[in-house]
């Protein structure tokens, strides 16, 4: 590879090396939008609207909206340029906030098998359930809290 000024670029090459299939892009430089994020992770977690507590189940949409419209919880739900599994968020992180929200009484206190289950849509186990159960890290203390807030505004 080298470096190409702009007015060294040959337009007409580079599209000649996309159609002969010779044009190759580095997946790990993507970046994922904030609102691609939101998306993706509204569509997920909404999978898990049926383990609401009976309190909780009309507000749990308002209460997710309210975490993603934080930006220190989108940034938290980033994915890293190292992720291989699932670049489209971090479902690690997500996970982590799952469980703190069952601990909070927003979800029933179901089994980490059975929320992965739904949310992945499948029955093979994956890297990922385990962090449900662990909760938020001492170094993301702002963002528990942040949480705790938003569920106390939002719990009946």
Not at 5 to 16: G, K, N, Q, S, T
Not at 37 to 63: H, N, Q
Not at 90 to 102: A, E, H, P, Q, T
Request: aromatic share 10%.
């Amino acid at each position: 590879m080298k470096q190409v000024r702009p007015e060294d670029f040959d337009v007409e090459a580079l599209m000649a090396a996309a159609r002969e299939g010779r044009l190759y892009i580095d997946a790990s430089k993507n970046e994922v939008s904030k609102e691609q994020i939101i998306i993706k992770v509204r569509a997920y977690v909404g999978r898990i609207k049926v383990f609401a507590t009976p309190k909780c189940f009309s507000s749990v949409d308002e209460l997710w909206e309210r975490i993603l419209a934080c930006d220190e919880f989108v940034l938290f739900l980033t994915p890293s340029n190292k992720a291989k599994i699932c670049r489209d968020f971090d479902k690690y992180n997500l996970m982590r906030i799952i469980g703190v929200l069952r601990e909070k009484g927003v979800y029933e206190q179901y089994s980490d098998y059975k929320f992965h289950k739904l949310l992945e849509q499948t029955e093979k186990d994956s890297p990922y359930r385990k962090y449900i159960g662990k909760g938020i890290e001492n170094e993301q203390h702002a963002l528990l809290v942040k949480i705790r807030e938003i569920v106390e505004k939002y719990k009946l």
